[in-house]
């Protein structure tokens, strides 16, 4: 192929050239990502759970706001009642006769966010870590990932629950703790990227030009490491969901009135003799977004890692 | 040669083990101090029996650095200090009821993942991109995908209560009440390393060494059980590392559910209850365990892949 648009090329004058480069800006850095988008679409796993997760958003954020009850709501007249359309409780209520449906679509809300948040906390820490240690290298680099692999070797799991037990159990707090501990495998990846990136043409040309170490990282080193990035993203977003369900599970996480997937599991397992619909409902919403991050994940990184495009 | 490169390997990791120790314990240690309202602070009400012997331990009105060392000390001599909620017992006393139990349900699960997990995989990607085989990896992305909080209420559900085949809950050193705990416990490292072992699988069968050992004729099974597999082990053994500390994890939320008076156990109720000398105790000792295994299944690593060196990879 790149023979062909040589030959082409070399029976057009330099103009035409000039013009149709021109005309056609970034064709091979838009080819790229053109590329990558294709060979996730032909991913059918992939296609599902990325259509599935757009409902489950979707429900989640406008469901309890169209839905006839409130997630506090006490409907005295149905505790405890199987899922029916009579009653109009779809999911059936628990042991107080709050409506299922709308708690677990509200419980998602916070288990979505905190998702979101924390990886975006890990997202930046990870990020200009890697990338500063990655570019400047040397001493610098030797000493930032010898902490990394410090860290690396705690158990990460027991410092988020140490602390939530000194902090208290607060929101913030959650984001925080879990973004905070969740940072290393991110400035890893991205450090490797920083390296390779660093002695190619484009950075020596910016040092050339004289643009300060700042606005490399920020303005060249960063945006080239997106591909890499996202994946990591995607496959970190269920990692955090579970970390804040296991938290909320053991009674760690959110609070009473808030919820999340994992505090209606664990409300629901408690009840789960009389009335496992309380249990069972939260669990598939919980299942089916981990399983559908983690196959968009895994599509993400065969369409974007150059590793296995050979 | 190779004996003197894997104790000099050992020794040099061993001593890279000093600061993740020192991190670990000095931050805990802070932690517990930072604490609103934390056991050395005389606002928190504190049984005064525990006070006295909490100021007794910590020695509280020696600075804080002095403290600190006093601290560093006792840990590296094991001695955690009293509960703070259970009266009569010290931390150290609550390990070695509650570790026995974990320890044992730990152990059996790994060895179940390993083997489970294996198993799978080589079967996996002796049919590559078969029917069987996308079957096969897509439960175990389920198995990644469930947390095991949602899989024993519903083995219970299941087995226990609608079944009757097991107890529920409890504790009592029979097989009966050790299955569920231990299988809920595997189930996400049976998948994890049944997709790591068909993936390593896959490319080892795809080397060199081992279209030679199938053109001299060897029958598939010896390819398979005597050239291809001990690659294909690598990464699964350095996952085995990660593995300790995700069993360690999970062992806390499994004991709570089957009622299991294990560690886990001792250690949810303690942070739930603010007991921070026993959260704080089984925090480092827990990381004192996952540290070593670290530790091992580098030198394991080493000792079965003789192309690794350490010194200069560095």
């Known amino acids: ?137 040397g001493m610098t680099d030797r000493i930032m990932m010898r902490v990394v692999d410090i860290i690396y070797a705690l158990p990460f799991m027991f410092f988020v629950i140490l602390l939530m037990v000194v902090f208290g159990r607060h929101i913030i707090l959650i984001f925080v703790a879990i973004g905070a501990v969740n940072w290393l495998d991110m400035a890893r990846i991205v450090r490797g990227q920083t390296l390779s990136l660093k002695n190619t043409e484009f950075i020596e040309a910016a040092r050339a030009c004289g643009v300060d170490h700042h606005s490399i990282i920020l303005r060249h080193i960063v945006p080239n490491l997106l591909g890499v990035v996202i994946v990591y993203v995607t496959l970190t977003i269920p990692q955090v ?48 977004t981990l399983y559908c991050f983690n196959y968009i994940g895994d599509g993400m990184r065969d369409a974007l890692d150059p590793k296995d495009r050979a | 040669m190779r004996q003197e490169g894997l104790l000099q390997l050992a020794a040099s990791r061993l001593i890279g083990l000093v600061p993740t120790l020192l991190v670990l314990i000095t931050i805990s240690f802070f932690l517990i101090r930072l604490a609103p309202g934390g056991p050395f602070d005389a606002e928190m009400a504190a049984p005064p029996e525990i006070r006295a012997n909490l100021e007794a331990k910590y020695h509280l009105d020696e600075p804080l650095l002095a403290q600190y060392f006093r601290y560093l000390g006792e840990v590296i001599a094991f001695d955690f200090g ?40 080589v079967f996996a990607a002796l049919r590559q991109n078969t029917a069987s085989d996308y079957t096969v990896m897509g439960i175990a992305m389920l198995g990644i995908s469930i947390p095991n909080f949602v899989v024993a209420p519903l083995l219970i559900l299941v087995l226990a209560i609608y079944g009757g085949w097991l107890p529920a809950s409890g504790w009592d050193w029979t097989w009966q009440r050790g299955l569920l705990p231990v299988v809920t416990l595997a189930l996400p490292a049976i998948a994890y390393i049944a997709r790591l072992t068909r993936g390593s699988m896959i490319e080892v069968l795809h080397s060199n060494y081992i279209r030679t050992a199938r053109a001299k004729g060897l029958p598939e099974r010896t390819v398979i059980l005597r050239h291809a597999l001990k690659p294909t082990l690598l990464p699964v053994i350095s996952y085995m590392g990660p593995a300790t500390a995700a069993l360690i994890t999970g062992s806390v939320v499994v004991e709570r559910i089957y009622s299991i008076p294990g560690l886990g156990s001792y250690f949810v109720q303690g942070a739930l209850n603010r007991d921070y000398t026993l959260v704080m105790g089984v925090v480092v000792f827990y990381g004192m365990i996952i540290i070593l295994f670290n530790f091992i299944v580098d030198l394991l690593y080493a000792w079965l892949n003789p192309r690794i060196r350490y010194d200069e990879g560095e």
């Open chain 1, 1 to 137: 192929m790149n023979d062909n648009v040589e030959k082409r090329r070399s029976e057009r004058t330099v103009d035409d050239v000039f013009a149709q480069a021109m005309a056609e800006p970034d064709i091979r850095g838009r080819s790229l990502w053109v590329d990558a988008w294709h060979r996730l679409l032909r991913n059918r796993a992939a296609v599902v759970s990325g259509v599935l997760m757009i409902l489950i958003v979707l429900a989640v954020v406008v469901g309890p706001m169209i839905a006839p009850w409130a997630g506090d709501f006490t409907d005295w007249d149905n505790t405890s009642s199987p899922p029916s359309l009579e009653t109009g409780h779809w999911f059936g209520t628990d042991a107080v006769g709050r409506d299922i449906l709308v708690r677990t679509l509200e419980g998602g809300r916070i288990s979505l966010l905190v998702g979101l948040v924390a990886t975006l906390v890990s997202l930046v820490i990870g990020v200009s870590y890697g990338a500063v240690a990655g570019y400047y290298g």
């Open chain 1, 241 to 288: 969901i579970l970390v804040e369900s296991f938290l909320s599970f053991i009674g760690l996480g959110v609070q009473e009135p808030m919820s999340s997937w994992g505090a209606l599991v664990n409300n629901g397992a408690q009840d789960m003799e009389s009335a496992p619909w309380t249990l069972v409902f939260p669990a598939v919403f919980l299942t089916v």
């Open chain 2, 82 to 121: 009293p509960s703070f909620q259970y009266k009569d017992w010290t931390v150290n006393e609550l390990i070695a009821r509650g570790f026995p139990i974990s320890a044992t349900i730990g152990g059996l699960a790994m060895l179940l993942a390993f083997f489970a997990g294996v198993l799978i995989g």
